[in-house]
């Protein structure tokens, strides 16, 4: 079944302008979803404590000022995690580390403590990464990782970290966003290579792209993911993958967001995250998608609630993104209704999966007016390629499913 096959897979080619061709055999890996939630108000807490450190950080490199962390920033544990299982070392030593493409360093040791091993060097230098919901810092060492048995980077720059916190159930993390979210990570390196740049410069993959595949799900924890290193996998979407220009310091892009005729949001930069639960607009924008489907602020949840009425009447949400429109359909509008107890909510209530960015988050100059995260990637195929620096979104088997 196309949800669950995660075997090492040849990318063919994929459809786009220019054709990304992949003239090897990259390789695909499985990714499991874990929660670690207790209410709608964690997953928002938890997200905008996220999107609040991007905004900072892009604003401190767009001023060429040094980026400092927010004092007494409170911790708040990763609620939706997408974890893959990654191999440190001469011993191949499993770390389960959350894939994140709003971050690129790779680190282990938030909850099982990195062992040295005959391909392990420790650089002594420091290494510190904020998160905005956690952080860690530590010292960079170079290693062998691991990814599957075809697929090893020799001397890769690693986080081992000294301490932690908001990493509660995992080891650290596979970071996959661009190489210059790397800057002032290390001490005395401008940047570091990520995985995905060693891969391509070690001649591994050919090409330093990355396809992510998600489907939506109705249980806390299943496998129901796939990352693919060095191009697409074509079993895994429908049609032809189509590119927009990345821009700013993160996976960024430009889009249009309309709720059936009405546009909700012009022409506004944000961003593509994994590691943001859900789908965050401006208050303007989110305010006119709220009057338009009639919704209102459930307390028990944080979220806001449909009666049946209003959800049999609810209309298509569509992101515009290179002259290309991605909907979101009723269904997919909403939270998992087998999992409302698990937020706080009613099993029989209708919860929407987008939310209010705050007037304090929203700055255009960064490029902040929206964040595209796990409830839009559920549903579509992303790529993310460093090589023509774009983005690319394709329609998947899931993208009209009704399991929520």
Same mark, same amino acid.
């Given at each position: 079944?196309?949800?669950?096959?995660?075997?090492?897979?040849?990318?063919?080619?994929?459809?786009?302008?220019?054709?990304?061709?992949?003239?090897?055999?990259?390789?695909?890996?499985?990714?499991?979803?874990?929660?670690?939630?207790?209410?709608?108000?964690?997953?928002?807490?938890?997200?905008?404590?996220?999107?609040?450190?991007?905004?900072?950080?892009?604003?401190?490199?767009?001023?060429?000022?040094?980026?400092?962390?927010?004092?007494?920033?409170?911790?708040?544990?990763?609620?939706?995690?997408?974890?893959?299982?990654?191999?440190?070392?001469?011993?191949?030593?499993?770390?389960?580390?959350?894939?994140?493409?709003?971050?690129?360093?790779?680190?282990?040791?938030?909850?099982?403590?990195?062992?040295?091993?005959?391909?392990?060097?420790?650089?002594?230098?420091?290494?510190?990464?904020?998160?905005?919901?956690?952080?860690?810092?530590?010292?960079?060492?170079?290693?062998?990782?691991?990814?599957?048995?075809?697929?090893?980077?020799?001397?890769?720059? %690693?986080?081992?970290?000294?301490?932690?916190?908001?990493?509660?159930?995992?080891?650290?993390?596979?970071?996959?966003?661009?190489?210059?979210?790397?800057?002032?990570?290390?001490?005395?390196?401008?940047?570091?290579?990520?995985?995905?740049?060693?891969?391509?410069?070690?001649?591994? %993959?050919?090409?330093?792209? %990355?396809?992510?595949?998600?489907?939506?799900?109705?249980?806390?924890?299943?496998?129901?993911?796939?990352?693919?290193?060095?191009?697409?996998?074509?079993?895994?979407?429908?049609?032809?993958?189509?590119?927009?220009?990345?821009?700013?310091?993160?996976?960024?892009?430009?889009?249009?967001?309309?709720?059936?005729?009405?546009?909700?949001?012009?022409?506004?930069?944000?961003?593509?995250?994994?590691?943001?639960?859900?789908?965050?607009?401006?208050?303007?924008?989110?305010?006119?998608?709220?009057?338009?489907?009639?919704?209102?602020?459930?307390?028990?949840?944080?979220?806001?609630?449909?009666?049946?009425?209003?959800?049999?009447?609810?209309?298509?949400?569509?992101?515009?993104?290179?002259?290309?429109?991605?909907?979101?359909?009723?269904?997919?509008?909403?939270?998992?209704?087998?999992?409302?107890?698990?937020?706080?909510?009613?099993?029989?209530?209708?919860?929407?999966?987008?939310?209010?960015?705050?007037?304090?988050?929203?700055?255009?100059?960064?490029?902040?007016?929206?964040?595209?995260?796990?409830?839009?990637?559920?549903?579509?195929?992303?790529?993310?390629?460093?090589?023509?620096?774009?983005?690319?979104?394709?329609?998947?088997?899931?993208?009209?499913?009704?399991?929520?």
């Amino acid at each position: 079944m196309f949800a669950t096959a995660f075997l090492f897979t040849l990318a063919l080619a994929v459809a786009a302008n220019p054709i990304v061709v992949v003239d090897r055999s990259p390789i695909s890996l499985p990714l499991s979803r874990v929660r670690n939630f207790t209410s709608g108000y964690d997953i928002i807490s938890h997200d905008l404590a996220r999107i609040q450190h991007f905004k900072d950080r892009a604003n401190a490199r767009a001023t060429n000022q040094p980026f400092t962390k927010r004092q007494a920033q409170p911790v708040i544990n990763e609620v939706v995690s997408y974890i893959a299982s990654v191999g440190v070392g001469a011993s191949n030593s499993q770390y389960q580390l959350i894939v994140d493409t709003g971050s690129s360093n790779t680190w282990v040791g938030a909850s099982k403590s990195f062992a040295s091993t005959s391909t392990s060097t420790n650089t002594g230098a420091q290494v510190s990464v904020s998160y905005g919901s956690g952080e860690f810092s530590g010292t960079e060492w170079t290693d062998k990782v691991t990814l599957s048995s075809s697929l090893v980077v020799t001397q890769q720059s %690693i986080g081992v970290a000294s301490s932690s916190s908001g990493f509660s159930g995992t080891d650290g993390i596979l970071g996959i966003g661009p190489t210059d979210l790397t800057a002032d990570t290390v001490n005395g390196a401008s940047t570091v290579p990520t995985v995905v740049d060693n891969l391509f410069s070690q001649g591994t %993959i050919s090409q330093k792209v %990355i396809g992510i595949s998600f489907a939506p799900t109705t249980t806390d924890e299943v496998t129901n993911g796939e990352i693919f290193f060095g191009g697409t996998d074509s079993a895994k979407f429908a049609g032809s993958v189509a590119y927009t220009p990345r821009v700013g310091d993160y996976w960024g892009i430009a889009q249009t967001v309309t709720y059936g005729s009405t546009t909700v949001l012009n022409n506004l930069q944000g961003i593509v995250d994994t590691g943001t639960t859900l789908i965050y607009l401006t208050p303007n924008s989110f305010n006119s998608y709220i009057k338009a489907t009639g919704a209102v602020f459930d307390d028990d949840t944080g979220l806001y609630k449909l009666t049946t009425a209003q959800f049999s009447a609810l209309k298509n949400l569509n992101f515009v993104i290179g002259g290309v429109a991605y909907s979101l359909t009723p269904n997919a509008q909403i939270f998992p209704r087998s999992l409302n107890t698990e937020i706080g909510g009613s099993a029989s209530s209708i919860y929407l999966i987008v939310s209010d960015l705050g007037e304090s988050l929203c700055a255009a100059e960064a490029g902040f007016d929206f964040i595209n995260g796990y409830a839009f990637l559920e549903r579509f195929y992303s790529v993310y390629d460093t090589t023509n620096n774009r983005v690319g979104f394709a329609s998947t088997p899931f993208t009209t499913a009704t399991t929520n």
